[in-house]
């Protein structure tokens, strides 16, 4: 199994800004794409930003393009996600998911491994 741990979620105004951490470990940890998506309360699960182990550009949602970025530190399997110029839209739920199996990187069921999620407000 692999798991992720995810930290950096809190409360911040409109324009602030976080980091968000995904902290991968287990057995066999396979070094696929990994992604962050978010969800907000009533809404469903949508993808944010995704990544390659093997490098590459990463790719982003619409909606953060410009104003989150997404990296990765290969030596401690921990994928990043810096999140500038909040909105209160962006408060929900984020999620690191890993073990990405191929196909349409913004499909979460195509995802093996999720964390446990961090909370992120924005205040107006």
């Known amino acids: 199994q692999v798991q992720l741990v995810e930290s950096g979620g809190g409360l911040v105004q409109a324009g602030g800004s976080l980091r968000l951490s995904c902290a991968a470990s287990?057995?066999?940890?396979?070094?696929?794409?990994m992604a962050w998506f978010r969800q907000a309360p009533g809404k469903e699960r949508d993808f944010v930003a995704g990544i390659r182990w093997s490098g590459g550009s990463p790719y982003y949602a619409d909606s953060v393009k410009g104003r989150f970025t997404i990296s990765a530190d290969n030596a401690k399997n921990t994928v990043y996600l810096q999140m500038n110029s909040l909105k209160p839209d962006d408060t929900a739920v984020y999620y690191c998911?890993?073990?990405?199996?191929?196909?349409?990187?913004?499909?979460?069921?195509?995802?093996?491994?999720w964390g446990q999620g961090t909370q992120v407000t924005v205040s107006s």
């Open positions: 287990g057995r066999t940890f396979s070094r696929t794409d």
């Open positions: 998911a890993a073990g990405f199996k191929g196909g349409t990187y913004s499909d979460g069921r195509l995802y093996n491994y």
